[in-house]
């Protein structure tokens, strides 16, 4: 059977994530959820990919939703957690979760600001009353400042892979192409295209959908943010 290409390049993500590990990542989505919402029961992943963050939450968060567009990635997620395959600008959800966490700049697969408040209001819609919405977000200093690194020629688990990442500074799209080499000599190709929003739109996308923004941070971090951080980090909660 043909290989997933999405399920390829989150491998290779994944592989990527030495300079901050998943551990330090889920400690910080574990820190706001403790200054915000300790008493939240009932948890939701949006775009959780492979599980991998789930590892290192399920220990501290009881009862998790998984949710990802991509069937073959949550196949690699044991088939006892709860996973949902869907979109998330299109909640299929009629139940409320008190802390709802998106991340690995997440958001920024969808393309379109229409979109974008769409998928925030389709979050509020199933927060409950007091609950918390957390994601964070690549800004465009992000995107130049790593542009180059992520030129690159690798190889891991038997498996080469190009990857070709290009800035479109008029269009605010950044594009990572990747042309991998599989093991069984398999060639598959993948391009993910990610938008690169304005710092200030997100606060105006929020409002649009009925949120609050009690923070936005420096990612990893609880420093005040601005539109010069690369991440950063949003805290939400219903108007
Ligand atoms: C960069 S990966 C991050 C995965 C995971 N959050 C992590 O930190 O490892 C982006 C994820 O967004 C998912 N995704 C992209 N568009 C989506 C959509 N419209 N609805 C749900 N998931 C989506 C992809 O399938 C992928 O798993």
Known sequence: MASDPYKVVSMIYDHMMHRLSYNEWANYIID???FYKDDAEKFLEVACGTGKLN???????????????????????????KRVCADMTRQPFKSNFDFIYS?????????????????MWGIRNILSDDGIFTFDASLENNSIKNVKRLNRINKFKGIEYKQVSKYEKDFRLHRNSFRMKLANGEIIEEVHTQKIYDFEFYFDAGERAGLHVLGCFEAFTF??????????????KKL
């Open 32 to 34: 706001i959820k403790t």
């Open 55 to 81: 590892t290192y939450l399920e220990k501290s968060f009881n009862d998790i939703v998984l949710l990802d567009i991509s069937k073959s990635m949550l196949d690699v997620i044991p088939s006892d957690r």
């Open 103 to 119: 991340t690995f700049d997440s958001i920024n697969y969808i393309t379109d600001e229409e979109e974008i408040v769409r998928y």
């Open 223 to 236: 420093e005040d943010a601005n539109d010069e951080s690369e991440r950063i980090q949003f805290i939400m």
